[in-house]
């Protein structure tokens, strides 16, 4: 089915492991987007890519490394992972950027634990 | 900078209840506008937008008039139902290449 779809949808992992969220879209949009979503704050925005092999900083970087070696694939890594990193992460896509008038589309997301 | 400034929750409502979200922004130029929903253990689903001053979305009775005037684009909906609790996000698209989403608005809506 057409859509973005995030896997796993639930991980429980600890403190100083490296655990990679997944990310797939099949409308071949350009533009991908990794947000967390926190109670209190709202989405931030960590990592955004406008097109395959470009990607850029967010809101929230630290403690994140992104690639995107495929228009259809855009994976978040947290490299060592930390309790403050605990939150549910959203994937979404665009088919122009944020400067255009379209909007995003958001997986349903990947509730993260950190013990 | 550009900011987006939601009405605060929990909003409690009675089924078949008027529905009002208040949302303000800040931006350059003329930003595209959007609310977004969002129901238990889902991501953000575009709910209505806008594109232009005076610009009135609508989608499953819900309505939003972008005023440019007052900068504010706040979303109403005449009667709700109880399938209509969810999270809403009033959000934008500046000129500047930018996002900005709101913290979000928790409605609840009782039979």
């Known amino acids: 089915d057409a859509g973005i779809t995030q896997s796993p949808r639930y991980k429980i992992t600890e403190t100083g492991r490296q655990v990679t969220l997944m990310c797939h879209q099949t409308?071949?949009?350009?533009?991908m987007f990794w947000y967390r979503q926190d109670l209190g704050h709202g989405l931030r925005l960590i990592y955004y890519s406008a097109a395959a092999d470009i990607t850029d900083k967010g809101e929230v970087p630290d403690g994140y490394v992104v690639s995107r070696s495929k228009t259809e694939n855009f994976p978040l890594t947290l490299e060592s992972a930390t309790r403050s990193q605990t939150s549910v992460y959203f994937c979404?896509?665009?088919?122009?950027?944020?400067?255009?008038?379209?909007?995003?589309?958001f997986g349903d997301g990947t509730r993260l634990s950190i013990l | 900078g550009d900011s987006v400034t939601q009405m605060e929750g929990p909003v409690t409502l009675s089924e078949e209840a008027f529905l009002t979200i208040n949302c303000t922004y800040t931006a350059t130029g003329y930003p595209s506008l959007f609310w977004y929903v969002q129901y238990p253990g889902e991501g953000l689903q575009l709910l209505l937008k806008a594109t232009k001053a005076d610009d009135k979305g609508s989608n499953k009775g819900f309505e939003a008039t972008y005023r440019k005037e007052t900068t504010s684009f706040h979303l109403e909906k005449g009667s709700v139902q109880v399938s209509d609790s969810a999270v809403y996000f009033c959000?934008?698209?500046?000129?500047?290449?930018?996002?900005?989403f709101g913290d979000g608005t928790t409605l609840t809506v009782k039979p």
């Open positions: 409308w071949s949009h350009s533009y």
């Open positions: 979404a896509s665009s088919s122009m950027g944020p400067n255009s008038n379209q909007p995003q589309h």
């Open positions: 959000a934008l698209n500046t000129n500047a290449g930018k996002s900005t």
